[in-house]
Every structure is written in C-alpha cells, then in structure tokens.
C-alpha cells in the first residue's frame, strides 16, 4: 500500500544508453530478472555504494571497475550474492566476464550488481543463459521495463524524468530506483541507475553523484538497516551536442546538478512512499541546528523512534514522545527552551513543553493525513537537515517476521 | 507476557530503610500509587539520571538535591511531571515541602520521582493528600507492596535481594524497579530504588551506583527510546555494624560491590523480561572488540535492528540481517573475514558468511527457546559488552499505537 506513488512517470530515453531485460528464472520460471545496461563508448560513471562492512561480492567489483571505461551495467534479482565469500566474487566475475565476451569488451568494462537474498550461491549458469536475450532486447525505449525488471518485493516500479535546455540542445536525466535494502531485508538492496546524455568529466559526476546521494538516497530510512548490496549509478553518456563539464560552476553545469538532484530525490522518496507496510510518508525537517550533524541526529533520532513511528501509524498527535526523542538524540548542551516542534504548520511544543495555544483536535487533524511534517527548529544556528521515513505498522512486523516462512 | 519473570523473591528488609504506600486517585480512585521511602538519619544517597536533554521537574530537583542529608524519597505513578516546564518545577517542589512538612524535615531533604503521562499538570493537591496515609504506613517489611505502588504498565512486580556475611555481620541489598521508559514511552520512566545497610562514603557509593548501572540498566535496551524521567538510586544507611566504607577496595567493598551488582542485574534484566509485547528475552554479547565502545555500537546495532527483532519474534534463524547489522555497525577497519557469529552454542556465520557446518535445523532449534543468546566475535581485541532486548511483536505495535486511544 504504497503512499502517494502512482504509475510510472514517462521516462524519456537517454541518447547513448540502452537497456534489456531477460529471464533467468532465478527465483521462479518467467521471473524477468536480469537487466543489462549499455553505455556509449565515451561514456563516464560514478557511483556510491554501501557503508556495511559486510559489502557484497558484487559492490566491491563495481568499486574497483568504475573508474575505468565502462560499457555495460548487469544487474540480477532473486540473489544478492551477499555473505557469499570468495566464492561470490568467482561468480560476479564469471558473470560479467561472459557478457563482455559476448558484447566483445573487456570484462574489466562490465559493473555487477545484484539483489535478493543473502547467503546463497549465485545461480551463475541461470544468468549467463539469459545474457544473449537480454543483448537482444537493447534499446533506449526499455526504462519502464527495466523498473520492473529490477524489483524484488517492491510493489510498484519506481522511476523519474527530468529534461531541460540549454543553447538550444535538450538534455535528459532519467532513472530507475527499486526498495532499500533497510526496508526489503533479505531482499537486500536500495539499487538507483541514473542516466544523462550530457558531457560530464569524471571527477565532477562523481563529486555529483555524492551529493545528489548524501541530499536523497542518503536521507531516507524505513528502520535504520543499511543494506550489504546498496548502489546508486550515474552514467553521462555525452551523446548531448554540448561542450564537457569540467567543472563544478556554470549554467549548464547548475541545471544538469538541479535536473540530477530532482530525479534523485523522487526516486529516493519513492522508495519510502512503498516501505514495507507504510501507510504514512513522513518528512522530519531540522532547522537551527547549529551544525549538519546534530541537524542529522536528531532527525534520525525522530525518524527510528519505534514510539514516535507506532504513533504515526495510530495518527496520534503524541507531541512527548517527539520531545523525549529530539532530547535522546545526544546533542551537546542542548537548551530544551529554545526548540519549537510543528506537525505540519501545527505548534504542539515550545519552549520545552505543550504549546499553550495546542489542542488534540489540530495535531489529529495533521496526522490523519497520509503525508506529514514533522518541523523541529532548534534556535541554536543555521543549518538544516531533511529525512523522509514512513510509520511502523502491524504489516511491517508481519512481512518481516513471516519473510522466510 | 513476561518472559521467565516470576513472583517476587523474598526481599529481605534493610535495617534504616522504610517503605509507605497510599492512593492519591492520580489515573484511577483506589490505585495505590504514591510511594514514600525513609532513609535513616546519617543514609548518604546516589543516583545516575536520565541522559535525556528533556528530563522531568522531579528529576532536576532530585539531581540539585540528592548530594545533600536526604532522608525521603517520594514517588508517584501515574503522571510524569515532564514537559511541564516552569510550573512542573513548582509542583514538584510543592509536593516535597508538604511531606517535608510533615516529616518535620528540612524540603531539600525530599528527593521527587515522577512516572506516567507527559504533558500533564501533576495534580499536587491529590498527592499532597496522600501522604499522611504513606507516612502512617511506613515499615521495612513493605518492600513488595513499593514495588506494585512504582508500577505503570508492567505487568508484573520487579524486585531482587542478596544478603551476605562480613565478620559476623549480616549485610543487605535490597531494590525494587519499574519498567524502562523506552519500553513503557508516555508512562514513562524506568525507576529503581537499591538500599543497603552498609555504611559507605558518598564518593564511593557514588561510584559504585554509576559503575552497577552502567553494567546493568545503561545494558538494556527495547526500541532505544530513553525516557525523560529515568531515575536509579542506591542508599546506603550505615545501619549494619561495620566500619564505613570509605575507598573502593577491601573485602567488605568487593562482597558489597558484587551484591549490589547482582541486584541491579536481576532488576534490569525483568525489566527487559517485562518489555511490552516481549516474547523473547535476548543476549547480544560482543566479544573480541578493540574498544568497549565498538563493543556496544555492534551490540546496540544487532538489538535496534527492527529487522532482527521481527526475525526473532518469528523465530527465524536469520543470520544474513545478524551480519548486515555487524556491518553496518561504524565500527572502522572492520575485517569481516575475522568474524564469527553464534546463536546458543551454534556457530551460524564465519569469516563473512555462512559457516560451512550450519544447518538450519541448528538455527531453528535456538530461536525456539524464549531465552536467546547472540554472540558475536569481532576478533579485533580483548573487549567485551553484553546488551540484553527483546524481541519486535505484533503485540508492541499494538501497545504503543494503541496507547492514547
């Protein structure tokens, strides 16, 4: 029951950039479960991947090949090839090594990704059978069904679009998005592959797809579990006729960042707008803070409160529980007389207590919504911070609980 | 369901030490639910507080008091006092100058503690009314009859007592609890009350409350919510005929010291037995770390991962999210390859995946007791931390979405 996420947006192609899908029938016969991603010649890549210690064998291949000439991005569900030892990384490298051989590249210029459950050998035979169908099915035109292709439990495909011009030329970032891994367990990963057609040098699509990152995939949270397989792609084919970015200013280089971070961002929250079990889609906004991190603190402190995220899904104004978290969340020296807490443009607490002007009846109006803010203004500086999280409802214990039976 | 808590133990009187309950009608007309404690005249007091930036009236009065000749303490269930802002202040200190009065005591010498809703006035006058019956009730015998009177939403009594000998000389240590506020959030606080009769100085004993504390309520943990009221206080009345323990060594320091753990200890740990909805009660013990706190940031990261927790209420032996949450944990340099991870004596994972001799039948046939022990092996050093939770239920959801309404 995803909130507020409807039908896929219309994805416009990227010139240079193709993709296909095929079946491999790694968790059941049919399945289309293996997408392959053609690059450009010329094109570049940038990527952030998972924090966990734990990565799986396929991130740490994708790490230490996307510096280099990237031509094809494969990515299969059904397996995370996670927990999986040096055996994992022999099959994420006998499985790109078989696409580049078809493709006739080098399997240094082939990126694995893969998502599902953790622990079990990679059925390497099942994918490379489904390699030349999916080369087959190229074609810039395969956005949509490639955001099917990279779903595990996620109920709906999760995709944006953004185009915009300059000197005349038109230029597109579209992307695909599929669960987090923090909110699909087992099924681990939070997978994002975006795509441009402008020119990009490599260190400045880097520094953007790390900030794009850090303002959306790296804002959301369902329940605090960071995934072992998260990757998130930018690839700039600069097929576009304009001249190469070199550097992090200008026109051009303002509205590729701005179309970038848009399509980050819808793809981020609609990862949180299909949680496992959501029925709220909540925007934890921190200003005054006096520094990013405490701004951060406290936000996730809010956003991972079980109390504060059971109340949202009972639509219970239960400003105290918001209080305690936002005075747990460690920050230093922390005057409770300052801070002001809002649901929706709603007071509820100031000054350390109740709104004197706060009835139930305005704060239950706010949490009947399926959309809801929660504003904290600290009064200690200028920084600011935005999470986006969901509620914890009877159907989150449920899925994660019965997941494996 | 409380899970291997049963009737209170025999809770041996503490010469010095007096107990008084009466009702003041605060939630409900009859329910006993003002406590007054008496400290012999000479007791010297110790406490640890909440860390939590919000902290209630009573609780800043107690910490500004409790250095000082105390010879009351005086709680009440039902409304917190937190949130209350400048007038919970007042109320707090209204309530201790009437039983001050009453006494014949000087108002600094009244400790308040609080327990309850948030958010709401305290309602003096009906406390103020209330203590000449606690008074009049006064014994050492009422350990037991406290123990119900500090309850909220437990479900059952907490209560642990040790005695031991030291040259001829019978000493006790006796303490009563309340659940924890992160698992009883706007009846919030965890409370606990441990008197002896050992004579002790004030900076030893108040050491050792800080030292007991921090290896057993500051080990315990259901949703990681801290409360705005949390109190754990430990007075010693110098009754038993023994020198004063004035250093932290010795004989009688370590048998004290070791009896007073064990109380702590058994009061934390059926808190966490009581925590709501709680099916399981669980030991996450970390072992092999370069630091304490490593130790903890894996330990507090396996026991708030809602994704282990939900595993745990199924019973499903689910050591991929075990791993995901280890890794996830922040801990720099984390070598996956040294890690090994069991469930009882069963080793489930090793060197970053899963160990080659498990089966699941192993796994299951842990996760089917209601006491589960997690342990972790970081191979990195020679610290260990153990954390004790529960399990994620369908019941918790309930409580805490259903709390209000």
């Not at 079946?23 to 952030?48: F, Q, T």
């Not at 590249?105 to 035979?125: D, K, M, N, W, Y």
């Not at 998130?232 to 509205?255: D, N, S, V």
Request: hydrophobic fraction near 45%.
């Amino acid at each position: 029951m995803a909130v507020g996420l409807g039908p896929l947006p219309t994805l416009h192609p990227v010139p240079g950039f193709e993709l296909g899908i095929a079946s491999a029938g790694i968790k059941r016969p049919g399945r289309r479960d293996v997408v392959v991603m053609r690059c450009a010649e010329g094109s570049h890549v940038a990527g952030v991947t998972t924090t966990n210690a734990f990565c799986a064998a396929p991130v740490i291949v994708t790490r230490e090949r996307m510096q280099g000439a990237v031509r094809y991005l494969l990515t299969n569900t059904g397996n995370a090839n996670a927990g999986t030892g040096e055996p994992g990384l022999v099959a994420a490298h006998r499985t790109t090594a078989r696409l580049a051989e078809l493709a006739g590249v080098a399997e240094a210029q082939v990126l694995p990704f893969s998502t599902g459950v953790i622990g079990e050998p990679l059925p390497v035979e099942k994918i490379e059978a489904a390699l030349p169908a999916a080369l087959a099915d190229l074609s810039p035109d395969n956005w949509a069904a490639a955001a099917s292709g990279i779903m595990t439990t996620d109920t709906l495909p999760k995709g944006a679009s953004r185009q915009f011009q300059h000197d005349g030329v038109t230029v597109t970032v579209t992307g695909i998005s599929k669960g987090a891994g923090m909110i699909r367990p087992n099924m681990a990963t939070m997978l994002g592959y975006i795509a441009t057609d402008a020119k990009v040098a490599p260190n400045v699509l880097q520094d953007l797809v790390r900030d794009a990152a850090n303002k959306s995939f790296n804002r959301i949270t369902i329940d605090g579990d960071t995934s072992t397989n998260d990757c998130c792609m930018l690839i700039a084919t600069g097929q576009a006729a304009l001249p190469e970015i070199e550097r992090a200013e200008g026109a051009l280089f303002g509205a590729l960042k701005a179309a970038v971070l848009e399509v980050f961002m819808e793809l981020a929250q609609a990862i949180v707008r299909d949680g496992e079990g959501a029925t709220k889609f909540v925007t934890v906004e921190v200003n005054g803070g006096a520094a990013a991190q405490e701004c951060l603190d406290v936000g996730y402190a809010v956003a991972h409160s079980p109390l504060i995220k059971t109340a949202l899904f009972a639509s219970d104004p239960n400003w105290g529980r918001i209080l305690a978290a936002v005075g747990r969340a460690g920050v230093a020296d922390l005057d409770v007389s300052k801070i002001d807490v809002f649901l929706g443009d709603v007071c509820i607490a100031s000054r350390g207590g109740r709104f004197s002007g706060y009835t139930e009846e305005q704060g239950a109006a706010v949490m009947a919504e399926a959309e809801i803010r929660i504003r904290i203004e600290l009064g200690r500086g200028q920084f600011s911070e935005t999470i986006w999280t969901t509620d914890l409802s009877h159907e989150y214990v449920k899925i994660n609980a019965e997941y494996r039976t």
